[in-house]
């Protein structure tokens, strides 16, 4: 099948998944794509000496945020996750994740250089929706130079932003955050603060999550006046294109325009539909999990009491013409955006509500997503270690020369230097045999240290 055949295919399909835009035309200068892929020209700026037009939307971005200055990222919210660590630490610095944090920001910690210091959940729930405790950071890290913080989380959980920026700011750590799915906080006061509002130094958001710029289409916001803007921008040179594509920069500053003036509207009603939703399901074995802090643009369902897994309900809702953003053993996703009408959300509800029971079934009871790591050496070590290819099944114990992730959603099972597990082998079994993707698996085989 050619790639417009496969993309045209989904031209009707609900879109419960990212991008933000669902597939709808809610800006302008998007018709005619050939015609605006332009190059550096006197009278079109420059990404990376932004002067003219670029340098004004830029602008427009940081006083529509409230922040000192914004970046626009045509490398996705990796670029800036990569260009704020170098520009931040230096090798060997001591600096604390969370262990559910996206491969982006494992990948910045190996070209750093830096030793990770990881949070970690206790088992008892979901570790991929674990959040950083704040209370914990003056009494067990006060050694770190900072902070790369996830907020929201993948699954929509929320730490306490508000405690843990005022800790690094009394503290002077500097805090990063991957708000990669949070874009949309900052238009409206049901959902969490964001974590530019509530001073965190540097913020990068993947505007096409949730927003409506195109796929690939990121910005980054400097919160605080401590950042080295000019050794950022520097970084930023390094990590993204020569070549930058205006017509991603162009789909950042008409996502902007469209979501100031629609965004705060939108995502009070996205909070109402899910009431909705969740008087649905009341009759149903779905039904919605949240937290006490919770970005409401994700539709978190449980499935377990219908005894069917995630895996299982998503091929469903697909066979319905129902696309979500994530299945697990227990849960799905489903991920709204701007571009989210209530009859996706009422369709998904229908569809939910038509699925039986599935009777005599033995599931999972997966609880243990990320296993406590048992690092040997340094990442940056670790992929430059001469290495072999072996089964899975005979890699106990064996140190890890690549990473393992399955994907969705990007958050690693083990990293290069770390030992793999009688436990992790059984994760990672499990996963193939119900046909997650997972990166970093050839054959059946895991790229280990010889």
Known sequence: MNIIDALKKHKSSIRLHMPGHKGKNLTSGHEELYSLDLTELSDTDNLH???????????????????????????????????????????????????????????AALLCDIDLVFACGDNKGYDEAYILESEKLSKEYADIKGIIMTYPTYVGTC??????????????????????????????????????????????????????SLTQSSILHVGSSTVDIDKLDFYLRIFQSSSPSYILLNSLQ???????????????????????????????NFYLMEDEIYDWAKLWINTKKSNY?????????????????????????????????QSDIIALGNALKKI?????????????????????????????????????????????????????????????????????????VDYSNIGVSIMGIKENKIKVIK
């Open 254 to 284: 008409q996502a902007l325009y469209f979501a100031s003036e629609y965004a705060e509207k939108i995502f009070n009603q996205i909070h109402t539909w899910r009431t909705y939703l969740k008087d649905m399901l009341s009759a149903t």
């Open 49 to 107: 000496h932004a002067s003219g037009m670029i340098s004004e939307a830029q602008k427009q971005a940081a006083q529509l945020y409230h922040v000192y200055e914004s970046r626009f990222l045509i490398n996705g919210t990796t670029a800036g996750i990569l260009a704020a660590a170098s520009a931040s630490f230096r090798p060997d610095d001591k600096v604390l994740i969370q262990r559910n944090s996206h491969l982006s920001v494992y990948h």
């Open 356 to 428: 039986e029971n599935k009777k005599n079934a033995h599931l999972t009871n997966r609880s243990v997503y990320m296993p406590e790591p048992v690092s040997k050496i340094k990442m940056k070590e670790a992929v430059s270690c001469n290495y072999k290819y072996a089964e899975i099944k005979n890699t106990k114990n064996k140190i890890s020369a690549d990473f393992v992730i399955p994907y969705p959603p990007g958050i690693p099972l083990i990293i290069p230097g770390e030992v793999i597990t009688e436990q992790i082998i059984e994760i990672i």
């Open 159 to 212: 730490a306490d932003i508000k405690k843990a920026a005022l800790w690094a700011k009394q503290s002077s750590k500097t805090l990063i955050v991957d708000e990669a799915h949070g874009a949309h906080l900052a238009f409206s006061k049901l959902y969490p603060a964001s974590a530019e509002e509530c001073g965190a130094d540097i913020v990068i958001q993947s505007t096409h999550k949730t927003l409506s």
């Open 309 to 341: 897994t995630g895996f299982e309900i998503k091929k469903i809702l697909e066979e319905k013409n129902i696309y979500i953003e994530y299945a697990s053993h227990t849960y799905i996703i489903a991920l709204c955006g701007i571009g989210t009408v």
